[in-house]
């Protein structure tokens, strides 16, 4: 599976557009990219997944750029209940795929 | 999304203590699970995958004898905790795919803390 690079943390003022960049500069044409977030001290939950379109569910949109070699997870209007680690991941979602967590980016979302 | 109840949320046993968690997929078939444990202020790293009615694929440096796992039917899977130590305090997540989602989903993990 590619490898992805996300910025260690940010900050968000609540209220306002929350956008987090991942760089997946050696995905495959067959590879989807993955968004989940882990809210302290929970499992993870799973936010939104693309392939070359830009994405749109209840929680978030995701957009992917042209080249397919970054996307940003966008929540339109941050709440303090955002607060969490988001984790992009890319992987083909074959039926043999493991699903391998990086670092993420640390979302603070602050009143 | 899908439901992943993972049971129990806390437990605390005593050193040399086998401890089970069980993680049931409620609304669809999981004919995959993932097992995750995670230390404190580090991502999660996976342990194990199982699909349903085989055994686990463990990754490299997890001991199966100690971490049994279990996928018998398509909706539970558990892992057992045997001869238990003060190092394998962590918190241990388990996450459900369907063979017609893309999607993993998770439960909500189990503190286990061993003294």
């Known amino acids: 599976d590619a490898k992805t690079t996300q910025p260690t943390s940010m900050d968000c003022a609540e209220g306002r557009a929350a956008n987090l960049p991942c760089n997946h500069s050696?995905?495959?044409?067959?590879?989807?990219v993955y968004w989940y977030r882990q809210i302290h001290s929970q499992g993870p939950q799973y936010i939104i997944h693309?392939?070359?379109n830009n994405e749109t569910n209840e929680m978030a949109s995701l957009i992917i750029t042209e080249d397919r070699k970054s996307s940003t997870l966008i929540l339109p209007h941050a709440t303090l209940r955002d607060t969490a680690v988001y984790y992009c991941?890319?992987?083909?979602?074959?039926?043999?795929?493991?699903?391998?967590f990086g670092k993420g980016t640390l979302l603070t979302v602050n009143p | 999304g899908a439901v992943v109840s993972q049971h129990p949320s806390r437990v605390i046993c005593k050193s040399g203590t086998s401890v089970k968690i069980e993680c049931r997929s409620l609304d669809f078939q999981a004919t995959t699970m993932f097992w995750y444990r995670q230390f404190p202020k580090q991502s999660l790293m996976l342990m194990a995958t199982s699909n349903e009615g085989s055994k686990a694929t463990y990754e490299q440096g997890v001991e199966k004898d100690k971490f049994l796992i279990n996928h018998a039917s398509l909706t539970l899977s558990t892992l057992t905790v045997t001869s238990a130590h003060p190092e394998d305090s962590s918190f241990y997540i388990c996450?459900?795919?369907?063979?017609?989602?893309?999607?993993?989903?998770f439960g909500q993990g189990t503190r286990l803390t061993v003294v």
């Open positions: 991941i890319v992987h083909s979602g074959g039926s043999n795929y493991k699903l391998t």
């Open positions: 050696t995905i495959s044409g067959n590879e989807y």
């Open positions: 996450s459900a795919r369907g063979l017609t989602n893309t999607e993993a989903f």
């Open positions: 693309g392939l070359k």
